[in-house]
Each structure stands twice: as C-alpha cells, then as structure tokens.
C-alpha cells in the first residue's frame, strides 16, 4: 500500500474512515443550509446574525474546555462518541422539523446552534484522539491526514448537494437527511474491532486543564502552532460568512452558495492528500501555509466575477487544510499520550472557540465595510500569523538545519537546549523525549 494511504492496512481504521465520509457529507449539508437560512429565511440577508449564530455554535468548546478534555482522556472515547453522534442526530431531526412546520424562528435558531456546540465540544477531543486509539504511533500523522481527506471530500459533495437539495425539497429536510447519516457513524463505531484498539494510559490525577495548559505553554513550538491555529481560525475561517455574501454580492443563490464550497473543497482535499505523504508534520509547514493563506485571501478578495472569485478558493482550500491537518498531526505525535485528550481539547478550543471572538467581528465588517474588506481581514491575520511563525523559527534556530537531525539547533555548542530530534514518531511517547537536553556538536559549516 502507497505511503500515502498505509493507515488503511489497518481495518479499524478502513471501517471508521467510511462512516466518517458518510456523516461528514451529510454534516456539510446541514451547514449550507443553516447558514443560508439564517441569511436569507429567519434574517433579510444580515451577515451579523450569521457570526452570531456561528460563535454560539463553535463557542462552546471554548468554555468547556476544562471539562470536555478531562473527559476525552478519562472515559472510553469509542462510548463517547456513541452518546454525542447520538445527540446530533436527535437535534438534527428537531431542527428539521422545526423547520418543516414553519415554526423556526432566530432565536430557536441560535438556541440549537449552541446546543450543537455543546455536543461538538465532548465530540471533537474525544474524535481526534480516536485516531490514535486505532492506528499505530508512527502512522497516526497519515491517519489525521487521511481524516482531513474524508472531511473535505465530504466538503466537495456535501455542500453542492446541500444547495440543491434547499431548492428542491427545502431546508427543512436537508437537516432530516443529515439525522440519517449520523447513522453511518453509528453503525461504524459498532463494528469495530475492540481488541485491536490501542491500550492507552489514563490519567486519573486532578491535572485537568491545568496540566494540558502547563504542558502547551512550556513549548514554544506548540505555542507558535496554537498562536497560528487561533489567527487563522478567527479571522481567516469564516468561509461561510465571506462565501455566502459574496455569493449574494455576485447574484447567486442558494445553489452558487454551495457549489463555492465545494470549490473551496478541491483545494482542501488537495492539501490533506499531500500532507498524506509527508512522513512526519513540521512547524516550518505550518507557518508558510499560513503565510500562503494571507497571499490567496488578498487576491480572492480582489477578484470581479463569480468565476475567478472561486478559482481563489482553491488556493484558500489548500492553504488552510495543508496548515490545520499538519498542527494537528504535529500536536498529535509530540504530546505525551496521557495528556494528548486535554491537549486536543486545548487544540480544538483554540479551532472552534476563536469562532466566537473572530466571526462576529466578520460579520459587522461585511455588513460595514463589504464582504472583500472582511476577508482581507482574514488575509492579514494570515500574514501576521506567518510572521509569528518566521520571528520564532528565526530565534530559535529552527531555519538553519543539520540534514541528518532536521530539527537539531545551531546555537552555541556548550549550551543544552532542548530540542526535538530526527526520530520516528513512534519515538515521541511522553514529554521527556520532547524535550531532552542534549549538547550539539560543533559544525565548521553554516
């Protein structure tokens, strides 16, 4: 099997891959249309409703922090994720029929959307450090690659199909739709093969967040990856709010609305699939992808028409995903297992939690300003976060490399600093092979 899909040699993995293209498809769906009710059927086109219903949604795992990564690394993920797929399903037929009988209004509106954020917060850590239950250490940077793969194949079908489905049978049964496949989900988690899963440490001390926090913040390589994942996210991931508008602005419907996320998905899928490839996530990656995301947002906001507008998306697509799977699959094989559920959590708080403190201030610039001011917005915190990025690679020594220990400093040789060496991720198993000092060599060559 290909580099590039080794994670599937491992049938647990195949089984949960599937039900998880299917439920994501179906998850897509329901966003478009979500958010194209809230802009155009409880609201007369207003963009600031739209962020506010977004930072209720994302705004959750963000507040629940604490709790939602206590709980991923406490209790059996597979039973959680059983008990919160459950949960969106019943919501999702609510909202649906909500919809269908004419009843929906705001305010029930954005009271579903944060109690879909609250599922999501215990949903999120508790998926994400799944992956590493099912596959081994040293293929879990493909596996979470792979797993970016599926959401944005999903993103490329999802949305397009949502689109069309609002114009022929309406908003209301996008939602009943999306319930059915949450089942796919389900139905994968049942059959897994529980012996194969991972044994893996649990913690039951009173750490918390405070020991995923002190883990975070005592590395300056994860600080950066969170600084940057936070800039991106609250400014630069506001798609639904920069598409849907500009959609509007280029008088396209529903339909348009849609197929511009799928647009956006090619290059999405595009980026998972290299980063795939790649044998381990780095940082350095990271900070250009970001970089590259300020560059693409700058030209999609210039663009005149329709057509060239997408064309823009597929850069934004590969820039953002190249730079979201590769955090997450550097923050996954760095982190000491016994934390990786609260550190996760700390990821996804960062992701979704800066929903609430970028996507309104979004929605206000594209009411105030135009949808091209709010998404130059989002390329300057682009530009900024790679910047971040550069100055940290710049002091630490992180650019001048020793190709045989690619990450290895170039500092004074008398000095121990802590590094992290060219090892397999498999070698990555708790903090202290993070973080030993070691005495470098001197080099006679720059």
């Known amino acids: 099997m290909s580099s590039m899909f080794r994670s599937f040699a491992n049938i647990n993995y195949r089984i949960w891959f599937a039900g998880a293209l299917v439920s994501n ?3 897509w769906m329901q966003a478009t249309a979500q958010d194209w009710v809230v802009l155009t059927e409880l609201t007369d086109n207003d963009a600031t409703a739209m962020g506010v219903t977004m930072a209720l949604q994302f705004g959750p795992p963000l507040v629940l922090v604490s709790l939602t990564g206590y709980v991923a690394d ?23 029929s909500l919809l269908l009988s004419g009843v929906m209004t705001l305010p029930l509106m954005l009271c579903f959307a944060a109690a879909f954020g609250v599922v999501n917060a215990f949903d999120a850590p508790a998926r994400q450090a799944f992956v590493s239950d099912m596959v081994s250490a040293s293929d879990t940077s493909n596996a979470v690659a792979l797993n970016s793969a599926s959401f944005n194949l999903a993103r490329m079908i999802g949305p397009a199909v949502g689109g069309l489905l609002i114009v022929a049978i309406g908003s209301g049964w996008v939602f009943i739709v999306n319930a059915a496949t949450f089942l796919a989900m389900i139905v994968a988690l049942f059959l897994l093969h529980a012996q194969l899963l991972a044994k893996r440490p649990k ?5 918390g967040l405070a020991a995923g926090f002190r883990y975070v913040w005592g590395r300056s390589d994860l600080r950066v ?30 339909d348009g609305y849609g197929v511009l996320s799928s ?14 490839r790649r044998d381990r996530a780095r940082v350095r990656v990271v900070v250009f992808a970001a970089g590259g995301f300020g560059v693409a947002a700058f030209l999609s906001s210039a663009m005149p028409s329709y057509a060239l507008y997408g064309v823009t998306l597929v850069l934004i697509g590969f820039t953002t995903v190249t730079l979201l799977t590769t955090a997450n699959g550097y923050v996954q094989i760095t982190t000491d297992p016994a934390l990786r559920g609260r550190v996760l959590a ?11 403190v970028g996507a309104p201030i979004a929605g206000w610039v594209a009411d105030a300003f135009g949808p091209r001011a709010a ?12 910047a971040i990025g550069a100055v940290w690679m710049l002091t630490s020594g992180r650019v001048h490399r020793d190709e045989r220990r690619r990450f290895a400093l170039t500092l004074d040789e008398t000095r121990p600093v802590s590094v992290i060496n060219e090892r397999s991720p ?3 198993s708790d903090e202290a092979a993070i973080t030993t000092p070691i005495r470098l060599p001197r080099r006679d060559t720059p």
């Not at 913690?203 to 750490?207: F, L, S």
Request: aromatic fraction near 10%; hydrophobic fraction near 60%.
């Open 25 to 27: 498809v179906g998850g």
């Open 74 to 96: 406490r209790f059996d993920r597979r039973r959680i994720l059983f008990a919160t797929q459950g949960a969106l399903l019943l919501l999702a037929i609510a909202v649906g």
């Open 203 to 207: 913690n039951r001390g009173r750490g």
């Open 225 to 254: 990856v969170f600084v940057t994942v936070f800039l991106i996210g609250a400014f630069g991931m506001n798609f639904p709010i920069f598409a849907s508008t500009m959609a509007i602005e280029f008088g396209a419907g529903a």
């Open 263 to 276: 647009i956006l998905a090619i290059g999405s899928l595009a980026g998972a699939l290299l980063a795939a």
């Open 346 to 356: 700390l990821y996804m708080a960062v992701i979704m939690g800066s929903t609430p």
């Open 375 to 386: 998404i130059m917005l989002g390329g300057a915190a682009g530009l900024i976060a790679c």
């Open 426 to 428: 498999a070698e990555f």
